[in-house]
């Protein structure tokens, strides 16, 4: 197993993926995204505190929040439904994406952080790159 993931291995598994840049989305949210089209594809976004995203214990608004792509509703059922840090938010209940607080990554391998990173890339990457990553993979 690897070692505990920390939030700035968040950058560099986003940076290391072929054809990803680091933008924003929704204002200035900075988000990864493949740039695809006008606005490109974001799959990993560092939210801003928001009044919909609540820590249920101390009633204060999460101001660490991760928000990472899944392909379908299905995988994020899994990360949801088993004893990692992933979650959800009423919020997001219709989108394909997880939530997860930056200060609980190390309850997470880099292993682990790198596999939820790179299938959050593949929900969004262009078929032919996605092959061609994978193929490399």
Not at 33 to 57: I, Q
Not at 63 to 68: G, S, T
């Amino acid at each position: 197993m690897s070692r505990p993931a920390r939030p700035e291995d968040v950058d560099e598994i986003c940076a290391a993926l072929p054809s990803t840049e680091l933008g924003t989305s929704w204002g200035d949210v900075p988000t990864w995204k493949v740039p695809r089209g006008e606005k490109g594809r974001g799959f990993v976004l560092f939210r801003h505190p928001h009044p919909s995203a609540v820590d249920p214990e101390s009633g204060e608004q999460y101001d660490d929040l991760l928000v990472i792509r899944t392909a379908d509703a299905a995988d994020k059922a899994a990360l949801v439904g088993d004893d990692s840090p992933f979650f959800t938010i009423d919020h997001f209940r219709s989108y394909n994406a997880v939530l997860v607080q930056q200060s609980r990554l190390g309850e997470l391998s880099l292993d682990e952080l790198t596999e939820v990173i790179h299938d959050a890339w593949l929900a969004v990457a262009p078929r032919r790159l996605a092959k061609d990553f994978l193929a490399d993979g």
